[in-house]
């Protein structure tokens, strides 16, 4: 169904915001058979192009990027200090072994007060991030050898499948990568009507940052953002608060906490999904936002954006979960909508809708 051995070997490559070398070269051996033309942007974001039978642009945005640390002190034991690289829930740090990436790779844990002899008020408190420390089992001059201040940190998980899914760590955003790698794979033989820009972001996880400056090198006409959103389909949600569920298909993104998607690329995708009998869902996430606002807003004449998003349980944390066939349907929905877009009409009449006259007359 999916190729689970290359999603793996992606979402296990490590790359912190910032420091995307390892996951970058992996990317770059994988799309260079694919594409017409490959090349890295100063912020070290990838760029894969496939050219169309016009010049017109879609840029596709993938973050490459996870979530981070990076070392800012050690302390006479030979402890690290660190901050965060991303957004992270200090409660799934505890005990979680990581990568530190010094002059060598050096495996940490995470470490904080042992419970046994913490007052009954922390007890009942979530012990803040500034509370961790990294555990090398070194002493403070062991650790100064192979760690400089400013190391990355990256977290230690392998990829697993079970029952119908696949989980990890870093699969926001590496599932992406892997869905716009096979996405290419599906389309290097396939005329497209477009020149397709496949973009590899760096630093999403801080701000959107990669997807910003390639979007306005690129300046596309249409823009595409792929990344996962929330499955809150377990005990204790809410229906309001579900946003999506693992294995009802790709979510088609109506908006975000930084974009309103383009109602003419929501209309499409949707369209796309049921001729091609594509399972999908709508997703309307409140908060939190991902590459399409850089894809939308920053070329110089903005772009006609939406998302394809994949649905995803335990965000941010250890062990991330995605269903295997919502993957496969995000793969075919991606690559059925590149090759179809010069046949839909995207002026802004075209409403995606039944036309029915729009007037309040004899209303009031």
């Not at 399409?292 to 995803?312: D, E, F, H, N, W």
């Not at 995605?322 to 877009?341: F, G, H, Q, V, Y």
Request: aromatic share 6%; hydrophobic share 40%; glycine share 10%.
């Amino acid at each position: 169904m999916i190729n689970v051995d290359l999603l793996r070997r992606i979402c296990e490559t490590p790359g912190a915001p910032g420091y995307e070398q390892r996951i970058r070269e992996f990317v770059m051996a994988e799309v260079s058979p694919l594409v017409d033309e490959l090349s890295i942007d100063n912020m070290g974001n990838v760029i894969a192009v496939k050219k169309g039978k016009s010049p017109k642009k879609v840029m596709i945005a993938a973050h490459m990027d996870e979530i981070g640390f990076i070392v800012n002190y050690i302390d006479d034991d030979g402890f690290l200090r660190f901050v965060p690289l991303g957004g992270f829930d200090p409660k799934t740090l505890s005990s979680q072994r990581v990568l530190v990436h010094g002059k060598e790779d050096v495996v940490g844990v995470m470490g904080s007060k042992p419970i046994h002899i913490m007052s009954p008020e922390e007890r009942s408190k979530q012990v803040p991030i500034n509370e961790y420390f990294i555990d090398l089992g070194m002493s403070k001059e062991q650790a100064e050898a192979l760690i400089p201040i400013g190391s990355p940190v990256t977290r230690l998980g392998a990829l697993i499948e079970m029952g119908d899914c696949v989980n990890s760590k870093s699969l926001d955003n590496r599932v992406s990568v892997f869905i716009l790698i096979e996405t290419l794979r599906a389309l290097k033989d396939v005329e497209v009507p477009f020149d397709i820009y496949g973009v590899f972001t760096v630093q999403e996880e801080v701000g959107l940052r990669g997807a910003i400056s390639a979007s306005h090198l690129i300046d596309p006409d249409f823009g595409l953002g792929l990344d996962v959103t929330i499955a809150f389909d377990v005990p204790g949600s809410n229906g309001h608060d579900t946003v999506t569920c693992l294995g009802k298909g790709a979510a088609i993104k109506i908006l975000d906490g930084s974009t309103i998607c383009d109602y003419r690329m929501v209309n499409y995708l949707k369209k796309v999904a049921d001729d091609q009998k594509i399972k999908w869902q709508p997703e309307i996430l409140p908060k939190g936002g991902t590459d399409t606002a850089g894809v939308q807003r920053y070329g110089k004449k903005g772009a006609i954006a939406g998302a394809i998003s994949i649905p995803l349980r335990h965000m941010h944390q250890t062990i991330e979960l995605a269903n295997k066939e919502d993957i496969r349907d995000c793969i075919s929905l991606l690559t059925e909508s590149l090759k179809a877009l010069d046949q839909y009409d995207w002026s802004f009449s075209n409403t995606g809708q039944s036309s029915q006259s729009n007037s309040f007359e004899g209303l009031f």
